[in-house]
């Protein structure tokens, strides 16, 4: 039956492309990335450096793929046969249909639970943060005393002291004896730790081993060796196996060194480089000291110069020089000044004796003697007109005077307040008058009273 055109637009075809990009897509949205054990089978190398290979087991297979970004920080290239843990993402080849593992790390079965539990304490003990970086110690870039953590019979021991002794001779160093492999291992590496800080004698510490398989180095992924060296006072360097190799102790460390030899020389400075840098600074000084006294020499004769020129003695003769003209010169100002000052002083004088007190006295006195004695000739001639004039009011007065009544026998009563009397009622008996006579006065007391 052939379907309508009307029924077959209503259907949402898909392409082979688009099929395998979204069961792509969906396989690598839905599974995260996983540990997966196997038998390799099939393994090539194409001249791109990319590993293709089948990983198996009785019961199924599975396409793999490990691009070479990946592999080739691989320690060792994996055989047909060969049991091993890869880390992959699910993923699916487009091109193909076909569905594939991409391989980011590949180990020996061996190793596989090692490598897990590896992974497990490493993101646990990152979330607490011991492996932070703002929990590390910054290294003395000249340690006094260095302490090593090693084995004394291994390789690592004599690789550090070598490079020691080539790189800075005088540097201090005190051994922390402790086994480093099997059993108790980490035990002895914690009490190595531990005794170095009590001690407190050494500036950094080195925690150093040679090489070896993963199983090998797993003291030094202990958590116990991990605290011990966030818990150490003294700064930590780890130079633990290869390059390749990390420990969960090189991330709790202060700093991580590829091996011994380079942990030995981060912490140790170059003797070298110090012996040609303190000649060189040995020459700059040297050099600087030299333009230093050239320079001082010349500011010297400027200096010895300047004083000839400026030396006391011919200093003095200039001033003696400036002195006598300076002398001569004020002897004619002073002279100058005396002749004009006596010039003013003789007009001055003849000034003064226009206005001399004497003759102004002599011509106040001669004025004063006028006044005088128009004054006087006033004073008499007044006086004389006023005594005239007296005596004939005296005797106008005497004309009306009671005292000429008086004189003629008449007397004048007054009362106790010295009011005239002129009427006999005004006065009682027993009252005293006073009676007014021409020579003298008279207290009366009044018998009796006759009014008119």
């Not at 002073?334 to 004796?353: G, I, Y």
């Not at 009252?431 to 021409?438: D, G, K, N, P």
Request: aromatic content about 6%; glycine content about 8%.
């Amino acid at each position: 039956m052939v379907a309508s055109a009307a029924s077959l637009q209503q259907r949402e075809i898909y392409t082979v492309s688009r099929l395998n990009r979204e069961v792509k897509w969906l396989l690598t949205d839905s599974f995260p990335r996983l540990w997966i054990e196997g038998e390799i089978s099939n393994f090539s190398r194409p001249a791109s450096g990319h590993w293709y290979f089948t990983l198996k087991d009785d019961k199924a297979q599975v396409r793999c793929a490990m691009f070479r970004r990946q592999n080739r920080a691989l320690g060792f290239v994996p055989k047909d046969g060969m049991q091993v843990v890869v880390r992959a993402q699910i993923s699916l080849y487009e091109a193909r249909g076909e569905f594939q593992l991409l391989v980011e790390t590949l180990e020996e079965a061996g190793d596989g639970a090692l490598r897990r539990a590896f992974e497990a304490l490493k993101q646990r003990l990152a979330a607490e943060g011991l492996f932070a970086a703002e929990h590390k110690r910054p290294i003395p870039p000249w340690p006094r005393q260095l302490g090593i953590v090693t084995s004394p019979t291994g390789a690592a021991i004599r690789d550090v002291l070598t490079v020691l002794r080539r790189r800075f001779p005088a540097l201090e160093v005190t051994v922390y004896p402790c086994q480093v492999q099997g059993d108790g291992a980490a035990r002895e590496i914690v009490r190595a730790l531990e005794l170095a800080n009590r001690h407190g004698i050494c500036d950094v510490l080195l925690l150093v081993r040679g090489g070896g398989s993963l199983e090998d180095l797993w003291p030094f992924n202990e958590e116990g060796v991990a605290r011990a060296i966030r818990a150490s006072r003294i700064p930590v360097v780890t130079g633990i196996g290869h390059e390749i190799d990390f420990t969960i102790a090189d991330f709790a460390a202060d700093l991580r060194a590829a091996t011994p030899s380079a942990a030995a020389e981060s912490v140790s400075p170059d003797g070298a480089a110090v012996l040609q840098q303190v000649q060189s600074l040995r020459n700059r000084l040297e050099t600087s000291i030299r333009r230093q006294l050239q320079q001082t020499g010349h500011r010297y004769q400027t200096l010895l110069a300047r004083l000839e020129r400026n030396h006391p003695a011919r200093q003095l003769g200039d001033k003696m020089l400036r002195l006598d003209e300076l002398e001569g010169r004020l002897h004619r100002a002073l002279n100058h000044k005396l002749q004009q000052s006596r010039q003013q002083l003789a007009t001055r004088h003849a000034q003064l004796l226009r206005h001399h007190p004497g003759m102004r006295l002599t011509q106040r006195r001669q004025h004063l003697l006028q006044l005088t004695q128009g004054l006087e000739g006033a004073m008499q001639r007044r006086l004389e007109t006023a005594r005239l004039r007296l005596g004939e009011l005296g005797r106008a007065l005497e004309a009306v005077s009671p005292l000429g009544t008086l004189q003629r026998g008449y007397a004048l009563a007054t009362d106790s307040h010295g009011r005239v009397l002129t009427d006999a009622s005004h006065i009682h008996p027993g009252e005293e008058i006073q009676v007014r006579l021409a020579r003298g006065r008279l207290t009366c007391e009044v018998k009796a009273n006759y009014p008119d």
